[in-house]
């Protein structure tokens, strides 16, 4: 038998017409260790498992002595020392059961980390997403500090004078209340994450149920829906100012015994 393990690859896959990037498919192994095997450039491998375990796949693949080419590899590099030596803190090893795995499954090559190496490995995950997690929290905060919020018995400044537009983002389960023009928009409970908004001509009311899990928008402006506040229960009131581009809020207390207003009809 020739001893060329590279030229043995090399003949049998162009002899079943295969080319390298069907067998990386079909093998999990990537087209340049293919390559490297075949031009039997083994310093391309950071160690000699893979070199051995691609071989076998390889062959086995190809329906070649697998062991006969792997025995011809660690018989012509039995004196070499590999060029990197795996981290003993985290090795990665091939498990006994995936070379048996590998004769059924067209050659495919699995991989286990060892218990020892698993625990570093989760730490640098936990780190990396902690500090994404930390990211997005600064970013946030940043937004929420450089939006102009608006403190109840003062004006909002609209370029929009022939309207009233408010938008709702929910962060927490919240009742809500809005009345645009004397008019009941909305009643109900918005869940976190559902966003709603309403347009009134001259003036709009809105009661909530949860400060702290909703924001107001009016005309593109964050508001203060905190101060002054019942408790968890606020009552605003929006009046755009005829004549002026500004819209006025004041903060309003509910009347014992006051009319519920009229439902929107359906048009």
């Given at each position: 038998?020739?001893?060329?393990?590279?030229?043995?690859?090399?003949?049998?896959?162009?002899?079943?017409?295969?080319?390298?990037?069907?067998?990386?498919?079909?093998?999990?192994?990537?087209?340049?260790?293919?390559?490297?095997?075949?031009?039997?450039?083994?310093?391309?491998?950071?160690?000699?498992?893979?070199?051995?375990?691609?071989?076998?796949?390889?062959?086995?693949?190809?329906?070649?002595?697998?062991?006969?080419?792997?025995?011809?590899?660690?018989?012509?590099?039995?004196?070499?020392?590999?060029?990197?030596?795996?981290?003993?803190?985290?090795?990665?090893?091939?498990?006994?059961?995936?070379?048996?795995?590998?004769?059924?499954?067209?050659?495919?090559?699995?991989?286990?980390?060892?218990?020892?190496?698993?625990?570093?490995?989760?730490?640098?995950?936990?780190?990396?997403?902690?500090?994404?997690?930390?990211?997005?929290?600064?970013?946030?905060?940043?937004?929420?500090?450089?939006?102009?919020?608006?403190?109840?018995?003062?004006?909002?400044?609209?370029?929009?004078?022939?309207?009233?537009?408010?938008?709702?983002?929910?962060?927490d389960k919240t009742w809500l209340r809005v009345i645009g023009d004397d008019v009941v928009s909305f009643e109900g409970i918005l869940v976190p994450g559902e966003n709603r908004s309403w347009v009134a001509k001259n003036g709009m009311n809105v009661r909530i149920g949860n400060v702290a899990g909703v924001r107001l928008y009016v005309n593109?402006?964050?508001?203060?829906?905190?101060?002054?506040?019942?408790?968890?229960?606020?009552?605003?009131?929006?009046?755009?100012?005829?004549?002026?581009?500004?819209?006025?809020?004041?903060?309003?207390?509910?009347?014992?015994?006051?009319?519920?207003?009229?439902?929107?009809?359906?048009?």
């Amino acid at each position: 038998m020739a001893e060329n393990i590279g030229k043995q690859l090399q003949e049998a896959r162009r002899c079943k017409e295969i080319s390298l990037q069907k067998v990386s498919e079909e093998t999990r192994i990537s087209k340049e260790y293919l390559e490297a095997l075949e031009k039997e450039e083994y310093d391309l491998f950071p160690a000699k498992v893979y070199v051995v375990s691609f071989i076998r796949s390889y062959a086995r693949y190809l329906g070649l002595d697998a062991e006969a080419l792997v025995h011809v590899y660690r018989r012509e590099h039995s004196g070499l020392k590999d060029k990197m030596d795996l981290n003993p803190e985290f090795p990665i090893v091939v498990s006994q059961g995936a070379e048996e795995k590998a004769t059924s499954t067209g050659g495919i090559a699995s991989f286990r980390f060892t218990r020892k190496g698993l625990v570093p490995f989760i730490l640098a995950i936990a780190v990396i997403v902690g500090a994404g997690l930390l990211a997005i929290y600064w970013l946030r905060s940043a937004f929420r500090q450089l939006s102009p919020q608006v403190k109840a018995g003062t004006s909002v400044s609209t370029d929009i004078a022939q309207e009233i537009s408010m938008v709702a983002e929910t962060k927490d389960k919240t009742w809500l209340r809005v009345i645009g023009d004397d008019v009941v928009s909305f009643e109900g409970i918005l869940v976190p994450g559902e966003n709603r908004s309403w347009v009134a001509k001259n003036g709009m009311n809105v009661r909530i149920g949860n400060v702290a899990g909703v924001r107001l928008y009016v005309n593109g402006k964050e508001v203060d829906i905190i101060s002054g506040n019942s408790g968890l229960v606020n009552e605003l009131v929006f009046t755009r100012l005829k004549g002026t581009d500004s819209i006025k809020m004041e903060q309003r207390e509910s009347l014992p015994g006051e009319s519920k207003p009229k439902k929107e009809e359906n048009k």
